[in-house]
């Protein structure tokens, strides 16, 4: 048996939203990297938002993406500052997941955990932040924003 038909196949609330906002101004690549260990984030809290165990008919087993939309969008670094402060202290149940711009220049984890609690999260430059919570907390400090295109 694989270790993905162990994972419980459970659903967060329906009025959870996901959402993923990224400074556009990166590099390509940055952009790409910043979604990428985000999204991460947001799974590790909240295993009910994937992983859910799929079979084929020959019997290959995957874990699952996301089991709603996640869309990405964009702010410069004033508007995710903002969105940062507007976000923080996230109500209960919701996750922030924050990608600070010090941590691109690290590559140990233990690094970076090391200094963060030397830094103020609102004065560090943040490259992305994700979102994961009721629809409505979510929808307030998005509503505004783009996609990203």
Same mark, same amino acid.
């Not at 979604?35 to 295993?47: E, K, R, S």
């Not at 990608?99 to 984890?109: A, I, K, N, Q, T």
């Given at each position: 048996m694989s270790a993905l038909a162990e994972v419980p196949a459970t659903q967060p609330a329906p009025d959870i939203r996901v959402a993923v906002i990224v400074d556009p101004t990166l590099a390509l690549g940055q952009i790409t990297n910043t979604?990428?260990?985000?999204?991460?984030?947001?799974?590790?809290?909240?295993?009910s938002l994937g992983?859910?165990?799929?079979?084929?008919?020959r019997g290959r087993t995957?874990?699952?993406s996301s089991n709603r939309p996640i869309p990405i969008l964009q702010a410069d670094g004033p508007a995710m500052a903002a969105?940062?402060?507007?976000?923080l202290p996230a109500p209960e149940g919701a996750t922030v997941v924050a #990608?600070?711009? *010090?941590? =691109?220049?690290?590559?140990? #984890?233990e690094e *970076?955990? =090391?200094?963060?609690?030397?830094?103020d999260l609102l004065a560090e430059p943040v490259d992305g932040i994700g979102l994961a919570g009721p629809a409505r907390w979510v929808r307030s400090l998005t509503g505004s924003l783009k996609l990203l295109r």
């Open positions: 979604v990428a260990v985000v999204g991460v984030g947001i799974g590790a809290a909240d295993a992983a859910v165990p799929l079979t084929d008919s995957v874990a699952s969105l940062l402060a507007r976000a #990608f600070l711009r *010090y941590g =691109r220049s690290l590559h140990v #984890f *970076y955990r =090391r200094q963060f609690p030397d830094r």
